[in-house]
């Protein structure tokens, strides 16, 4: 499963098409992206896991974000603001 991984995150170029959200408004795809980014980490982390699975998540938000959405979020996970449950 981990080799199935790697390769998809080899030829990822920009995030593909998510059912979830078929409208060309991508802010919840976003939001939802970099949520289960840190929520992957977080539950892995506790199991003691690699947490390169995760990485998927990571780069879909980071294609679909803007940056200074990531910045602000980052900044507000920090201090403990973050209005999402992570």
Same mark, same amino acid.
């Given at each position: 499963?981990?080799?199935? *991984?790697? /390769?998809?995150?080899?030829? +990822?170029? =920009?995030?593909?098409? #998510?059912?979830?959200?078929? %409208?060309? %408004?991508? =802010?919840? %795809?976003?939001?939802? %992206?970099? !949520?289960? +980014?840190? $929520?992957?980490?977080? /539950?892995?982390? /506790?199991?003691?896991?690699? =947490?390169?699975?995760?990485?998927? +998540?990571?780069? !879909? +938000?980071?294609?679909?974000?803007? *940056?200074?959405? *990531?910045?602000?979020? #980052?900044?507000? $996970?920090? #201090?403990? =603001?973050?209005?999402?449950? *992570?």
């Amino acid at each position: 499963m981990a080799e199935d *991984i790697k /390769a998809k995150l080899e030829k +990822y170029r =920009t995030a593909p098409f #998510d059912a979830r959200f078929p %409208n060309q %408004n991508q =802010t919840r %795809n976003c939001w939802s %992206n970099y !949520v289960d +980014y840190y $929520r992957c980490q977080k /539950a892995l982390d /506790a199991k003691g896991l690699d =947490t390169q699975p995760c990485e998927w +998540y990571r780069r !879909v +938000y980071k294609s679909l974000c803007p *940056i200074s959405w *990531i910045q602000k979020w #980052d900044e507000q $996970r920090e #201090d403990g =603001t973050f209005p999402g449950k *992570i």
